[in-house]
């Protein structure tokens, strides 16, 4: 069974940094884009920055230059590092691992920007 289980968020207050963490298990990791989407309250899941198997990178506008995403294929995880938080990063975050095919997502971990 596939798992993909996040870990790292919290309450930070603004400008504060954050590590997300999304670990995988029964999958190929190494072979799967993985990303991070997030939603808030009211708005729309958007994707906030994905990473291919290939190591390929791609942010969002509204996080490029704060955050940064990364993979540890002997580790089966991936990272957001999250620097400079605003309140409007508030959001449950969400892993997703993508193939050609198929499609997982684990299950989020809210974030909190406040003082």
């Known amino acids: 069974q596939v798992q993909l289980v996040e870990s790292g968020g919290g309450l930070v207050q603004p400008g504060g940094s954050l590590r997300l963490s999304c670990a995988a298990s029964s999958i190929t990791f190494s072979a799967y884009t993985m990303s991070w989407h997030r939603q808030a309250p009211g708005r729309e899941r958007e994707l906030v920055a994905q990473?291919?198997?290939?190591?390929?990178?791609n942010y969002a506008g509204s996080v490029k230059g704060r955050f940064t995403i990364s993979r540890d294929n002997r580790k089966n995880t991936v990272y957001l590092q999250m620097n400079s938080l605003t309140p409007e990063d508030t959001a449950a975050y969400y892993c997703?691992?993508?193939?050609?095919?198929?499609?997982?997502w684990g299950q989020g971990t809210q974030v909190t920007v406040s003082s």
């Open positions: 990473i291919t198997s290939l190591s390929d990178i």
């Open positions: 997703t691992a993508l193939s050609a095919s198929l499609q997982y």
